[in-house]
């Protein structure tokens, strides 16, 4: 089993900037893959950003690719640096964890584990 707590989010004006963290805990929590996801409401969730278990392969949606960078510090803290935001850009933020470690897959389906979620607003 894999717990991860996001953090992070809140109300920002667009233009600004968030940075979200997700921590992983559990057995083998380290050997995971890491993605965030987000959910708008009324609409479906979709991909944001995904980081291999060792930090050297990462992968981005369009939507924000150039103003979201994903990182990690360690293989149990995934970062989300959110720069430029957009009304657009406001949705519950998920982290989820693949246990494929190299694997920065857009599919939701292929991630095993997925935390509580934590609010992002942009106002515009």
């Known amino acids: 089993q894999v717990q991860l707590v996001e953090s992070g989010g809140g109300l920002v004006q667009a233009g600004g900037s968030l940075r979200l963290s997700c921590a992983a805990s559990?057995?083998?929590?380290?050997?995971?893959?890491l993605g965030w996801f987000r959910q708008a409401p009324g609409k479906e969730g979709e991909f944001a950003a995904a980081?291999?278990?060792?930090?050297?392969?990462t992968n981005y949606a369009d939507s924000v690719k150039g103003r979201f960078t994903i990182s990690r510090d360690n293989a149990k803290m995934v970062y989300l640096q959110m720069n430029s935001l957009k009304p657009a850009d406001t949705a519950v933020y998920y982290c989820?964890?693949?246990?494929?470690?190299?694997?920065?897959?857009?599919?939701?389906?292929?991630?095993?584990?997925w935390g509580q979620g934590t609010q992002v607003t942009v106002s515009s």
């Open positions: 989820a964890a693949d246990n494929r470690g190299y694997s920065t897959t857009s599919d939701p389906l292929s991630y095993n584990y």
């Open positions: 980081i291999s278990w060792n930090g050297r392969n």
């Open positions: 559990g057995r083998s929590s380290s050997d995971n893959a």
